[in-house]
C-alpha cells in the first residue's frame, strides 16, 4: 500500500512543481529583465544582468504619475469592494434567511449574471453613463464593477449564511433582537471568512480591470494602473527593458495584497466548500 501512495505523491509534487515553474519563471524573467538595458536584454536575454541597472526602477518609483495611477487603483478597489461587500451580505440574507414567494427564481437571475461578460455591455453601460454624468468620475467605475461583482458575492455568502444554524436566530430573537439586529450582530461576525474571501475577490477583480476605465477614463486624472500601463508601453514601446520594470512594479501592490490575504481567501473558499 505504501509503494502506490508515495508514488502517487512523488506525481503531486511533481505536477506541483511544474505548475509552480511555469508561474514563476516568466514573473522572474520580468524582474530581471527590468534590470537590464534593451541592449542587454537583446544581447543577452536569458542571463543575469551584467551591470545591474536600477535606474529603471527608482525612475519609475520617483515618478509621481506611478504613484497617482497606484492611489486610483486603490480608491477604486476599496469603492468597489465596500459597495459590493454591503449590497451582496444584505441580499444574500434576503436569500438566505427570509422564505417569499420567487425567491428561488430571483437568485437564479442573480446567478445567470455570472454568465454575462462585460463586453456585452460596453455599449450601452457607456451610453447610461453618459446620460448620467458619470464619465470621468470614479463612481462610474465603482458602481458597474460591483454590479457586476454582485453574482459572485451573493452566491458565495448565500451558502455561508444558510449554514447559520436556526437555533441562534431564535435565541437572538428570544433576547430581543430584531432580523437587522441578528444580522448585524450574530450572522456578520460569524460569517467573517466568507466576508474576506468576497473582499479578496473585489479588490483584485477591481485591481486587474482594464476595459472599463479605459471607457469611463478619458482624463489621466483618474487612469488606473492597467491602462498605465499600456500607455507606458506604448510611450517607452523601444525601451523594452524599462517596460519590464513598470509591469513589475504595477504587479507589486496586488501580489503583495494576494499574499497577505492569501490564507482568507483559501480558507474561505475551502469552508464554503465544506458546507452542505
Same mark, same amino acid.
Given at each position: 500500500?505504501?509503494a502506490?501512495r508515495t508514488s502517487?505523491?512523488l506525481s503531486?509534487h511533481?505536477?506541483?512543481l511544474?505548475v509552480g515553474?511555469?508561474?514563476?519563471?516568466?514573473?522572474?524573467y520580468a524582474v530581471l529583465?527590468?534590470?537590464?538595458?534593451?541592449?542587454q536584454l537583446?544581447r543577452?536575454? #536569458?542571463g543575469l544582468?551584467?551591470?545591474w541597472v536600477t535606474?529603471?526602477?527608482?525612475?519609475i518609483?520617483?515618478?509621481?504619475s506611478?504613484?497617482?495611477l497606484?492611489?486610483?487603483?486603490?480608491?477604486?478597489a476599496?469603492g468597489?469592494t #465596500? =459597495? =459590493? =461587500?454591503?449590497v451582496?451580505?444584505?441580499a444574500?440574507?434576503?436569500?438566505?434567511?427570509?422564505?417569499f414567494r420567487?425567491?428561488? #427564481?430571483?437568485f437564479?437571475?442573480?446567478t445567470?449574471?455570472?454568465?454575462? !461578460?462585460?463586453?456585452?455591455?460596453a455599449? !450601452?453601460?457607456?451610453?447610461?453613463?453618459?446620460?448620467?454624468?458619470?464619465l470621468d468620475?470614479?463612481?462610474?467605475?465603482?458602481? !458597474?464593477?460591483?454590479?457586476?461583482?454582485l453574482?459572485?458575492?451573493?452566491?458565495?455568502?448565500?451558502?455561508f449564511f444558510?449554514?447559520?444554524p436556526?437555533?441562534l436566530?431564535?435565541?437572538?430573537?428570544?433576547?430581543?433582537?430584531?432580523?437587522?439586529?441578528f444580522?448585524?450582530?450574530?450572522l456578520l461576525?460569524?460569517?467573517?471568512?466568507?466576508?474576506?474571501?468576497v473582499?479578496?475577490?473585489?479588490?483584485?477583480?477591481?485591481?486587474?480591470?482594464?476595459?472599463l476605465p479605459?471607457?469611463v477614463?478619458t482624463?489621466d486624472?483618474?487612469w488606473t494602473?492597467?491602462?498605465?500601463?499600456?500607455?507606458f508601453q506604448?510611450?517607452?514601446?523601444?525601451?523594452t527593458?524599462?517596460?519590464?520594470?513598470?509591469l513589475?512594479?504595477?504587479? #507589486?501592490?496586488?501580489?503583495?495584497f494576494?499574499?497577505?490575504?492569501?490564507r482568507?481567501?483559501v480558507?474561505?473558499?475551502?469552508?464554503?466548500?465544506t458546507?452542505?
Amino acid at each position: 500500500m505504501k509503494a502506490p501512495r508515495t508514488s502517487k505523491t512523488l506525481s503531486l509534487h511533481a505536477v506541483l512543481l511544474v505548475v509552480g515553474a511555469v508561474m514563476a519563471v516568466p514573473l522572474l524573467y520580468a524582474v530581471l529583465s527590468g534590470f537590464k538595458s534593451t541592449d542587454q536584454l537583446s544581447r543577452n536575454p #536569458v542571463g543575469l544582468p551584467d551591470p545591474w541597472v536600477t535606474s529603471n526602477y527608482t525612475g519609475i518609483l520617483a515618478s509621481g504619475s506611478f504613484w497617482r495611477l497606484v492611489g486610483s487603483s486603490t480608491f477604486i478597489a476599496i469603492g468597489t469592494t #465596500v =459597495v =459590493v =461587500v454591503a449590497v451582496s451580505a444584505l441580499a444574500a440574507f434576503s436569500f438566505a434567511r427570509f422564505a417569499f414567494r420567487g425567491r428561488e #427564481v430571483l437568485f437564479t437571475l442573480f446567478t445567470i449574471g455570472l454568465m454575462f !461578460p462585460f463586453a456585452v455591455a460596453a455599449l !450601452p453601460l457607456f451610453l447610461l453613463l453618459r446620460s448620467m454624468g458619470l464619465l470621468d468620475d470614479p463612481l462610474g467605475v465603482i458602481l !458597474p464593477q460591483a454590479a457586476f461583482g454582485l453574482p459572485m458575492t451573493i452566491v458565495i455568502l448565500r451558502g455561508f449564511f444558510r449554514e447559520i444554524p436556526a437555533e441562534l436566530e431564535e435565541a437572538a430573537t428570544l433576547d430581543g433582537c430584531g432580523p437587522l439586529g441578528f444580522f448585524w450582530r450574530v450572522l456578520l461576525p460569524m460569517a467573517r471568512p466568507a466576508l474576506g474571501t468576497v473582499s479578496v475577490l473585489a479588490v483584485v477583480a477591481s485591481w486587474n480591470n482594464f476595459l472599463l476605465p479605459l471607457l469611463v477614463f478619458t482624463d489621466d486624472t483618474w487612469w488606473t494602473v492597467p491602462i498605465g500601463v499600456q500607455q507606458f508601453q506604448g510611450q517607452y514601446s523601444s525601451d523594452t527593458a524599462r517596460v519590464f520594470a513598470y509591469l513589475v512594479l504595477a504587479m #507589486v501592490p496586488a501580489l503583495a495584497f494576494y499574499s497577505v490575504a492569501e490564507r482568507q481567501l483559501v480558507g474561505g473558499l475551502t469552508a464554503g466548500a465544506t458546507k452542505g
